[in-house]
């Protein structure tokens, strides 16, 4: 079955920098486009960035500059880079696959920007 986890949340200081990952099995990895998201108490869900089969990219208005995407075929993982991190960045990120028909969701991973 689709199984999606994510790691590397945690507490940083504004400005500062995290590293996600999330681990898929499943599905066939290499042929789909993958999707970071997250939640902020009291906000809806927001996309923050996809990365497609091709390896092209898109991010949030929000994250551009200083997030970036990226996949590794090999070990079926899809990273999230997270520089100069805000307060504003505080939020639940969750990996997304969209295949067989429906999305599947990661549990998500915590990240805290504070002083």
């Known amino acids: 079955q689709v199984q999606l986890v994510e790691s590397g949340g945690g507490l940083v200081q504004p400005g500062g920098s995290l590293r996600l990952s999330c681990a898929a099995s499943?599905?066939?990895?290499?042929?789909?486009?993958m999707h970071w998201y997250r939640q902020a108490p009291g906000n809806q869900r927001e996309l923050v960035a996809s990365i497609r089969s091709s390896g092209s990219t898109t991010y949030a208005d929000s994250v551009k500059g200083r997030f970036i995407i990226s996949r590794d075929n090999a070990k079926n993982t899809v990273n999230l880079q997270m520089n100069s991190l805000k307060s504003e960045d505080t939020a639940i990120y969750y990996c997304k696959v969209a295949t067989m028909g429906r999305d599947y969701w990661g549990q998500g991973t915590q990240v805290t920007v504070s002083s």
């Open positions: 499943g599905f066939m990895f290499n042929i789909h486009a």
